[in-house]
């Protein structure tokens, strides 16, 4: 097994190429030699990672060398796809996957290059920043942790240790996304008067009675770095995952709806608005006026997370905006003096006037591009379509939503210094403590 660095050094390339390239451009063909190969291990084997595995498995370049997951049945099951799969492709020299209850065992493997973090969203923070320390190179869903002082501190990391760290707001990596944002940040629309997301829902102190702890389930390590509590099966479903996040409306597992999908949408406003590494100057929760968690930007923008249809007794319809279509999930309104532009996971993109979304992408790109920029990255040592500091702050933004519901009240954000304005409370709700040892 070599050093890190020596493999780092090997795997990277001299000269200048794009950042979506296949392995054949990198003079890699179907056949591989092993010390040309990234190596990963994947954390959490759920549902989002079960994905990524699957397509990650079709990549000549890469080699799984290890899974983990507090669930028995996942990691076992995932462990025996890796070598079902790798067993067909003769050409590999593969010695097989392993397969660990907890991803912090995986750490000490200096044959491994990266990881794929798809945990519960309370291990995401922690898990990032005890993998940069290791010198891993990171792939973590978003949002990228659900503390305001853990997304910091990942950031920190990641360039102090000189590692490769991508967050999954992969519409980072979709043509119509790319475009609607360029359309927005080139001033097509001039200046930008408000815009629309969904993602309703804050997380909350929520109390489920105590069931026995499942024995094919490592409930000390599922929890990781949160307090300690019984467990419930609402936490998490035994076995073959469900295409849903049950954790996430609870404090100290998740940052509810407006982290799940409400942050991609963020992550979206803050590409179009160019405000990449920055944030909002005010969060205004819900109350009997504006039915909208409201956030205020740079350039007096006003964000509305609307209820699915825009309502016109609390907010103007745009003119040539139908009432009756519902704006697009993960995506958003952009809404400036010269007509809307409208982007999301539906698929379409519309504009208003039509004309301004002319030249739009023919095809609509999917997710997986998004693992392949992280890995050419990881081979040029660049940073990635979402390096951590981009998806840090849109999910500072989720993380700021939460707690202007948790505390009811109108409060004002410093972005710069990332602290509230004269709130010594809501101050207090930006770091949270954590269970030993999982300390950061």
């Known amino acids: 097994m070599k050093p890190i660095l020596s493999r780092r050094a090997f795997l990277s390339v001299s000269v200048s190429v794009p950042l979506l390239i296949p392995g054949t451009v990198l003079g890699l063909g179907r056949s591989v030699s092993p010390s040309n190969r990234i190596t990963l291990g994947f954390c959490g084997v759920g549902c989002m990672n079960q994905g990524h595995l699957r397509h990650t498995l079709s990549f000549p370049d890469v080699q799984v060398l290890a899974v983990s997951d507090p669930d028995h049945w996942r990691r076992n099951t995932k462990r025996d796809l890796v070598n079902h799969e790798y067993a067909k492709q003769k050409e590999r020299d593969y010695k097989g996957c392993d397969a660990y209850s907890g991803f912090h065992e995986m750490l000490p493997r200096t044959d491994i290059d ?157 590409w179009g608005l160019n405000l990449d590494e920055s944030g909002p100057q005010e969060i205004h929760p819900a109350d009997d006026k504006i039915p909208y968690l409201t956030f205020k930007y740079p350039n007096d923008v006003t964000l509305h997370v609307c209820r699915g249809r825009l309502e016109a007794k609390y907010t103007e319809i745009p003119k040539g905006f139908d009432p009756i279509t519902s704006v697009q999930a993960f995506g958003a309104v952009f809404v400036g003096e010269n007509g809307w532009i409208h982007v999301g996971r539906q698929g379409y993109l519309k504009s208003y006037p039509a004309a301004i979304a002319k030249d739009r992408p023919s095809r609509f790109e999917g997710h997986n591009s998004h693992v392949r920029n992280w890995l050419d990255c990881m081979r040029l040592r660049k940073r990635p379509m979402c390096d951590i500091a981009v998806g840090s702050h849109s999910t500072i933004a989720a993380v700021l939503g939460n707690i202007a519901c948790w505390l009811n009240r109108p409060l004002k954000w410093d972005s710069v210094k990332h602290e509230f304005l004269n709130d010594e409370e809501a101050n207090r709700l930006r770091a949270r403590s954590l269970r030993q040892p999982w300390v950061i």
């Open 114 to 270: 990266g990881f794929v973090i798809a945990t519960g969203e309370q291990w995401h923070g922690p898990a990032v920043i005890m993998a940069a320390k290791a010198g891993k190179d990171v792939y973590v869903e978003k949002p990228s942790a659900i503390t305001i002082h853990e997304a910091l501190a990942s950031i920190e990391a990641v360039r102090r240790h000189g590692t490769i760290c991508q967050v999954g707001y992969q519409q980072r990596s979709w043509e119509n996304f790319q475009f609607a944002c360029k359309l927005v940040r080139d001033g097509v629309l001039g200046n930008i008067d408000r815009i629309y997301i969904v993602g309703l829902g804050a997380s909350a102190e929520i109390d489920l009675p105590a069931e026995p702890t499942p024995p094919t389930l490592d409930w000390d390590v599922w929890l990781g770095p949160s307090p300690e509590r019984p467990f419930n099966h609402r936490l998490h479903y035994l076995g073959n995952p469900l295409n849903v996040v049950p954790w996430h409306f609870c404090r100290n597992l998740g940052l509810g709806n407006l982290g799940a999908s409400g942050s991609h949408a963020f992550d979206v406003v803050h």
